[in-house]
């Protein structure tokens, strides 16, 4: 059965950094991806990730935010640095066996977590 677990939200202030962990067991996975979806909004591809490290940001938060994996933890990471109060969202981690570029898209992946929330204060 598989399992994906996110970790690591919480409150911070603007200008602050929080590190988000997923946990993938179950399966063998070679695309990820964080998601983010704020009330009333769309889910939203924020940084992917393929089995042999490209990765791919989007605009939004690219230069703030750095996708990782340990591949021996089976575990995917989130830095985000110099959060913004418009990155508070609940963030969701998906994985999907298939591998091809690093993949933003949310049709894309069928193992999701339930998500963590990342709340940033101005």
């Known amino acids: 059965q598989v399992q994906v677990v996110e970790s690591g939200g919480g409150s911070v202030q603007a200008g602050g950094s929080l590190r988000l962990s997923c946990a993938v067991s179950g399966g063998t996975f070679s695309t990820y991806c964080w998601f983010r979806q704020a009330p009333g909004k769309k889910r939203e591809g924020v940084a992917g990730i393929v089995s042999d490290s490209r990765t791919e940001y989007a605009d939004t938060v690219m230069g703030r935010f750095t996708i990782s994996k340990d591949s021996t933890k089976a575990t995917l990471y989130l830095q985000m640095n110099s959060l913004k109060p418009e990155d508070t969202a609940t963030y969701y981690c998906?994985?999907?066996?298939?591998?091809?570029?690093?993949?933003?898209?949310?049709?894309?992946?069928?193992?999701w977590g339930q998500g963590t929330q990342v709340t940033v204060s101005s």
């Open positions: 998906a994985a999907n066996p298939g591998y091809g570029r690093p993949n933003l898209l949310e049709s894309f992946y069928n193992n």
